[in-house]
């Protein structure tokens, strides 16, 4: 429980920070949105480092899947992936730490984000053949 709140508060204020700088000037709004995804791969890379440590290797893409899916949401938001309320702010950074997470299980993707009625948001992960 106190690590969700620390990882909420923690992710607030990461938010925050990056589009205060946009209204100082420091940063154009686009950047923002780069920025956070880009800080969302990184911790990604790091996440599935450390859960994957003393796991077999992954029989195939499906597997992987499976795992980003059920055992890795689940670790990092404390919910089921179909019923995860979230917000605009923080797709940004989810959508880098699912494509960090699958780059460091060796697959290199596009990952997208839609919300189509709130609070209910759609991952779509396409992953690119090397």
């Known amino acids: 429980m106190a690590d969700e709140a620390l990882f909420l508060l923690l992710h607030n204020e990461m938010v925050s920070g990056v589009y205060k700088s946009t209204e100082q000037g420091e940063v154009e709004n686009g950047r923002c949105i780069t920025k956070l995804e880009n800080m969302g791969f990184r911790v990604g890379q790091g996440l599935i480092e450390r859960f994957t440590k003393d796991t077999a290797r992954f029989k195939d893409e499906l597997d992987i899947m499976k795992f980003i899916c059920k055992d890795f949401w689940t ?40 919300v189509s009625s709130m609070p209910a948001c759609k991952f779509q992960v396409m992953i690119q053949k090397l």
Not at 92 to 107: D, P
């Open 75 to 114: 670790t990092v938001f404390k919910k089921q992936i179909d019923n995860l309320r979230t917000n605009h702010q923080y797709l940004a950074f989810t959508c880098g730490l699912i494509r960090g997470g699958l780059s460091n299980l060796g697959i290199k993707s596009i990952v997208t984000a839609e």
